[in-house]
């Protein structure tokens, strides 16, 4: 891959793309810094360099010019972060962005306005990433969360412009890489959380895994599928094509023995019982003490751990309990090699306090099971087709 370090960059106009799509809580303040904080060593890096830094990314999914996606918003925090002043443009293309960009010094840095306030950038229009790619004379991509989306500043700047990796890119890769390649085994993955779209994974991750743990909503939406529980909103037809390849008889996957049901309406209704035998009206809110006990057994003999998506709902303190106690049996796993990644794990690892307990923590979710799962990248094989370094 190509590198950052192979670039000579002073004096240089350097986009770099980073992912400042940071959580914003209710009063649409930065939640969490996580992605901002990864992103410091190649922005410092630069600055070492003598590059003229122009940084772009996008926050949330706005519907137009919605101010409260301003990344305006995460300035003083990187300023603070970075101890120097942080420029913020309130556009990212145009004639009076380029004059402005023309009269930055050298280690200068410039934040552009939200990518997402115009439609071309997730249309990946090529005229929209022309006009990107006119701001500078090179492209970084450091968003490795970002890598499997096929937009305008992921993967038509390059197109246009000399491109490489940034560190944080590069740091992603070479550690998922010890998970993808050859990982002292046994390999325990752990999925879980929300996010129905797992699913279309874990076929992939069955041919790789010793062991996979499932949480018990994406367990039940399994069983829905299978038409082992009824009266239930079936799958959207790319789940149901990815469920119908899971095998339920390998002795790899390994649904909860026991689920935490709760009435959506109603949280002081709770039981614990058997998947199968959940009713129509229940919802599973985390996963038994019966199954906490035989994920715990199976983790502590892993010599490598995956882990992507609490196992329960884990901001209410009555549904952390399955989250908690693997999570901890996660990180008193001395001897294996460990590695988190998605929103909300991240989320329950800053929660907990885990942060220095893991080897790594991706800043990736979708894009670090693709990368597990062996699949293309458009963000990283842009960037291998991007013109000639010189």
């Known amino acids: 891959m190509k590198k950052l370090e192979n670039l000579k960059i002073k004096g240089k106009r350097v986009i770099v793309r980073v992912d400042f799509n940071v959580p914003l809580d209710k009063q649409g303040k930065v939640e969490s810094d996580f992605r901002i904080r990864k992103s410091l060593p190649t922005i410092k890096y630069l600055k070492k360099k003598k590059a003229k830094i122009i940084l772009i990314s996008h926050l949330g999914r706005p519907a137009g010019r919605d101010k409260k996606y301003s990344l305006r918003i995460v300035v003083p925090l990187l300023e603070r972060l970075l101890k120097v002043r942080v420029n ?62 096929s937009h305008a500043s992921v993967v038509g700047i390059p197109k246009f412009l000399p491109s490489v990796s940034g560190l944080l890119l590069q740091e992603e890769i070479k550690n998922l890489s010890k998970i993808k390649n050859k990982p002292k085994r046994p390999l325990v993955i752990i999925i879980g959380g929300k996010k129905i779209s797992k699913i279309e994974f874990l076929p992939e991750l069955l041919k790789v895994s010793d062991s996979l743990l499932l949480n018990g909503f ?37 649904l909860p023995k026991d689920v935490f049901f709760s009435l959506p309406d109603d949280w002081t209704y709770r039981r ?32 490598t751990i995956f882990w992507a998506g609490p196992l329960g709902m884990f901001e209410e303190e009555r549904f952390e309990k399955g989250t908690k106690e693997v999570g901890e049996k996660i990180v008193r796993n001395y001897k294996a090699f460990k590695v988190a990644g998605g929103g909300d794990t991240i989320s329950a690892i800053r929660k907990f306090r885990w942060q220095n307990k893991f080897d790594y923590i991706s800043t990736g979710g979708s894009a670090m099971l693709e990368f597990l799962c062996s699949r293309e990248l458009p963000g990283i094989k842009a960037i291998e087709k991007s013109p000639v370094v010189v």
């Open 218 to 254: 994406l367990s039940e939406t399994i069983l829905i599928a299978k038409n082992i529980l009824i009266d239930r909103p079936y799958p959207d037809g790319k789940t149901l094509d990815a469920i119908k390849k899971i095998d339920l008889t390998n002795p790899v996957l390994h």
């Open 88 to 149: 913020f443009y309130d556009d990212c293309v145009g004639k009076k962005v380029q004059k402005k960009l023309n009269l930055l010094r050298e280690g200068e840095i410039v934040l552009l306005e939200n990518l997402r306030f115009y439609k071309e950038e997730t249309q990946n229009d090529s005229s929209f990433a022309r006009k990107l790619a006119l701001l500078g004379d090179f492209y970084i991509n450091d968003a490795f969360s970002v890598c499997h989306r």
């Open 272 to 303: 614990i019982a058997a998947l199968g035998t959940i009713r129509k009206e229940e919802r599973i809110y985390d996963i038994g003490s019966e199954t906490i006990d035989f994920y715990s057994e199976i983790i502590k003999k892993a010599k």
